[in-house]
């Protein structure tokens, strides 16, 4: 459980309507499927906070505001509660799970990553909205089957030296792991702090925009606009901030008066968002 008192009917209608969601007649795998969906195509994976002068990172209820009156994304520790509120609202039981991020030089920290968990009567279900990489539908908590997504072909698989412990696959290679003992947003606090202020975090180390498509997936890192739209793919480097800001608003649906400050040795390829 997320938190004992749920959010209001006013703050659950503002974010089923900020996705284009309907509202589940009942708390069962197919809205979950509906929810998850609309979240993933409707809520951008981002870090533009962590370089706009004078914001915040809230894990709390008001991240459900920041997605649903904002119009806003963020990285995990934003999007999944977000999601998570509005599913405990719902009728859902909700869990969130700590997870390690698989990196080239290993497995990342402790606390590293948020993904949740939904129990629906006897089954439960891995949703994750705040990857980048992350699949659009729940995947099958029980299955150690590999499990088609329209976004690639997951797996979850044991990790043999660490009961309790499982790895999620993306067509054959790790993305994270995650801990199926359930732990407290509250515990995310030294993770967050560490995620706002290292010059080691990756969220300090660039500064991304990415949104997945029906048919693709749009990122935009610094100057640098992707688009990949079913077998056509494009790149643009934008010229000036008018540009810049425009395209958050076309593609991301996001209104900046001005833009965050991007980090100096800016890196564009070192955050995965595809």
Same mark, same amino acid.
């Given at each position: ?55 915040? +990172? ?37 869990? &969130? ?9 290993? /497995? ?11 129990? +629906?009567?006897?089954?439960?279900? =891995? /949703? ?8 659009? %539908? ?18 979850? *698989? ?11 696959? =993306?067509?054959?290679?790790? =993305? ?26 990756? %969220? ?6 990415? +949104? ?8 935009? *890192? ?22 810049? &800001? ?5 593609? %991301?649906? +996001? ?20």
């Amino acid at each position: 459980m997320l938190d004992a008192t749920p959010i209001d009917d006013a703050r659950v209608d503002a974010y089923l309507t900020r996705i284009g969601a309907s509202r589940p007649a009942q708390p069962d795998l197919a809205g979950l499927r509906h929810l998850a969906e609309r979240a993933v195509l409707s809520v951008p994976f981002e870090n533009l906070d962590y370089h706009l002068e004078g914001r915040e +990172i809230h894990m709390d209820k008001r991240s459900v505001d920041k997605v649903a009156i904002d119009s806003r994304g963020g990285g995990c520790y934003e999007v999944n509660p977000a999601l998570g509120f509005v599913l405990e609202a719902l009728g859902y039981e909700v869990d &969130i799970l700590p997870g390690r991020v698989h990196r080239p030089e290993g /497995v990342g920290p402790f606390l590293g990553h948020l993904a949740l968990k939904v129990t +629906i009567g006897e089954n439960a279900y =891995l /949703v994750d909205t705040g990857f980048g990489r992350n699949s659009r %539908f729940p995947l099958d908590w029980n299955s150690r089957e590999v499990q088609s997504d329209p976004h690639g072909e997951y797996q979850l *698989k044991d990790v043999e030296d660490k009961p309790g412990t499982v790895d999620l696959w =993306l067509g054959g290679r790790p =993305l994270y792991q995650v801990v199926e003992t359930p732990v407290r947003i509250e515990d995310y606090a030294p993770s967050l702090w560490w995620y706002r202020t290292a010059p080691d975090s990756s %969220f300090m180390q660039a500064l991304f925009c990415s +949104i997945r498509t029906e048919n693709g997936l749009v990122t935009l *890192k610094g100057r640098h606009l992707n688009v990949v739209d079913g077998e056509q793919r494009s790149k643009t480097v934008l010229q000036d901030d008018a540009e810049v &800001i425009a395209a958050y608003k076309t593609h %991301f649906g +996001i209104s900046l008066d001005r833009l965050p400050t991007e980090p100096e040795n800016s890196i564009t390829t070192g955050v995965r968002t595809d």
